[in-house]
């Protein structure tokens, strides 16, 4: 056949491919030449190629104009004409010829792309293919696990990437199969780098280099240097791959993620180790411990429709109310598989230690040098740093998200958390409780690169949103939902720290603690019991936790209005004021749990913070109105008016109210029951 097609063939690809536009039947020629026996394998690797940059041309075309969107002419004459099937069939050809193994790999990173080039519903139609023909899934995992050239891996990691994220990769698999290969994914990441290094180094192997610098001409020693960067961006798939894997929309139950872990307990232990991996001089960027800590966030996420702390008896909706408590009972069950592993506390101090413990200008060197050292592609750059800086703050909110839903947990029966469990956990939320300095502290030449670094990371936020990912895919407002939202370390760590002193307290523990000589077994904190008495549990330290949390409540309030005046951003808005309610609640729960015993200012902490939850969940109320968020406006309109009344908190003499008093205006309560009204008109009216 080939020798037939001498003249046909002699043309360039890309004039071949013009040729078939307008003959659509010469695609069928096209795909049957690239696959038979007697066609050199030179011309094949160039027509692959061809394909694979026409394919990835496309793409970058239509992330720059999304309007761009869907399978061209050419793409849908040859996904007619079976190219699924050819670069499939090439893709998954063994010989282990540099040019064989070259022309595989760009045929599978040719399918990549062409998926990607597809409307919602193309890409749909495609993925049936792949899954139902191609079986992709088991292919990619067998890939990534064990294939022979380190370069399959890399690409076939790309691609279980790229189908999470954007093309819904999650509706195809069971229960069963997303557990196995949130497994297997964290395997690969835990995997190390030595067989890249081997066939880096070695010159029989040397050639794969050509994805790293984009020629086969490196020396192995070059190559061998590059190795571990070039296994660390397959890490960095690896756990981008996980996360979109758990970053669903719609919003699952909690009981899909419990059934994750249920069907193999292990992924809570591997997603806690690479948890703790270390950024190493060859890729001090590394972002396995913020985005793998995030994909352990959405498992076990608490939903922003309610405030924790905050009773639903007041809700007087059925439906809405035990819809909710459906959702925390799920969520306390998920907790408790944590718990149940036999190793849960070391595994969760583990990663925080990592990061307290990463040393700050050993990572900035490592940056500096690695294009050096490595063979980085590009030279260093402040940003480089302060990203590092947004991936430990990632980390950081993201264990303390985790304390908080922990500490919820160890307050019901028969839970499985002891209480020096809860005295190993102090360590991580005291250190996350402290006094974090301010830009303007910095600026003007006041501060030096690490101190800026540090306020990134203590004032970084997570944030995730559907839709976020597939930057060709335009939702409408309402379409977009918030899936994941941890609020910054300067609001996460007092809220964990309060949390924590809650279920101590409930617990008798700072009366045993005080109380307590000798040493006390199990326990693991610097100084032992004596440190705990004297700093973390002393009186003047609780003084100082609840003094920088009552100053915070306000601030954060104000930032809420801030996003709401100035720019009407609802959303950052309504987070704001969700966060500050939830410090509020714990402020307000620990000086119940102990009988008012710390006051501030000479002035009572529950009366103060009380007023600030009731400002602060009107205005979330307000904001989830004006989103239509109907069913959280009503839970967050109903806790500002229940918090009022119960306590007296409504001045009705109409005079001004002070802000320094502990009381609201009646206007303000007014407000709040217009709330639950309109609200409650919202719901009916998206029930009907």
């Avoid at 409408?476 to 101590?504: C, F, N, Q, W, Y």
Wanted: hydrophobic share 40%.
């Amino acid at each position: 056949m080939p020798g037939d097609d001498l003249v046909f063939w002699a043309s360039k690809p890309d004039s071949v491919f013009g040729t078939i536009v307008v003959r659509p039947h010469e695609c069928d020629r096209m795909l049957s030449y690239l696959v038979h026996p007697d066609t050199p394998s030179g011309v094949a690797y160039d027509y692959v190629v061809a394909l694979k940059d026409r394919f990835h041309d496309r793409n970058n075309a239509i992330l720059a104009n999304p309007a761009r969107l869907g399978h061209d002419a050419f793409e849908k004459i040859a996904i007619r004409a079976g190219i699924v099937e050819t670069l499939f069939r090439i893709a998954k050809d063994g010989r282990k010829e540099m040019e064989r193994v070259f022309t595989s790999y760009f045929a599978l990173e040719g399918l990549w792309n062409l998926i990607l080039n597809g409307t919602p519903s193309e890409r749909k139609a495609l993925m049936e293919v792949f899954i139902n023909e191609h079986d992709v899934v088991e292919f990619c995992l067998q890939t990534v696990k064990s294939g022979f050239f380190v370069c399959h891996r890399a690409v076939a990691m790309m691609g279980l990437r790229l189908m999470s994220a954007q093309c819904r990769l999650t509706d195809y698999l069971s229960t069963e199969k997303t557990s196995e290969l949130i497994k297997t994914l964290c395997h690969c990441i835990l995997s190390g780098p030595d067989l890249w290094v081997k066939q880096l180094r070695d010159p029989a192997t040397t050639w794969q280099s050509l994805y790293c610098f984009g020629n086969i001409d490196a020396p192995a020693s070059k190559a061998r240097k590059y190795a571990p960067r070039y296994y660390s961006m397959y890490q960095e798939n690896a756990v981008w791959a996980i996360l979109e894997l758990v970053l669903l929309h719609p919003i699952p139950e909690q009981e899909h993620y419990n059934k994750l872990i249920k069907h193999d307990p292990e992924i809570l232990d591997l997603i806690l180790s690479c948890a703790k991996l270390r950024r190493r001089a060859w890729y001090p960027q590394l972002e396995v411990d913020a985005r793998i800590t995030e994909a352990l966030s959405l498992m076990l996420n608490f939903s922003s429709e309610m405030v924790p702390g905050i009773s639903l008896c007041g809700v007087d909706d059925d439906g809405l109310r035990k819809r909710l408590d459906k959702k925390w009972e799920g969520l306390m069950e998920g907790v408790d598989l944590l718990v149940s592993r036999p190793r849960w506390l070391k595994m969760v101090r583990d990663v925080w230690t990592h990061i307290e413990e990463e040393n700050l200008d050993e990572i900035h060197r490592f940056l500096m040098r690695a294009q050096e050292d490595y063979h980085a592609m590009e030279p260093y750059k402040d940003k480089d740093f302060y990203n590092v800086a947004v991936y430990r703050g990632a980390c950081r909110i993201a264990i303390l998200r985790l304390v908080i839903t922990l500490t919820f947990l160890s307050d019901l029966p028969n839970n499985k958390i002891t209480d020096t469990d809860l005295l190993n956990l102090l360590p991580i939320t005291h250190s996350a409780c402290q006094i974090v300095k301010k830009e303007d502290d910095v600026r003007g030449g006041q501060g030096t690169l690490k101190d800026l670094t540090e306020i990134v990371e203590r004032k970084h936020l997570t944030f995730y949103k559907s839709g976020r990912t597939d930057r060709t895919v335009v939702l409408s407002s309402k379409e977009e939902e918030e899936l994941l939202e941890i609020h910054d370390e300067v609001l996460t760590g007092p809220i964990a720290h309060l949390r924590l002193l809650i279920s101590l307290a409930k617990r008798g523990l700072f009366e045993r603690v005080a109380q307590h000589e000798g040493e006390w077994e199990g326990l693991d904190v610097s100084g032992g019991i004596d440190g705990l008495k004297k700093k973390i549990l002393s009186d003047t330290d609780i003084h100082r936790c609840l003094g920088l949390s009552l100053k915070r409540l306000p601030e954060r309030r104000e930032d809420g209005n801030r996003h709401f005046r100035t720019q009407h951003h609802l959303e950052e808005a309504r987070f704001q004021y969700w966060g500050a309610a939830q410090l509020a609640a714990a402020l307000i729960e620990f000086d119940e749990v102990t009988n008012g015993k710390y006051i501030i200012d000479a002035t009572s902490l529950k009366g103060k913070a009380r007023k600030e939850l009731v400002l602060s969940l009107g205005n979330a109320a307000e904001m989830a109105l004006g989103q239509e968020y109907w069913d959280r406006a009503l839970v967050f309109a109903v806790g500002a008016v229940k918090v009022a009344e119960d306590h007296g908190m409504v001045d009705t003499s109409g005079r001004v109210v002070k802000p320094e008093e502990d009381v609201i205006g009646e206007a303000v309560h007014e407000k709040n029951k217009r709330r639950v009204e309109r609200a409650k008109a919202g719901i009916r009216a998206k029930r009907v």
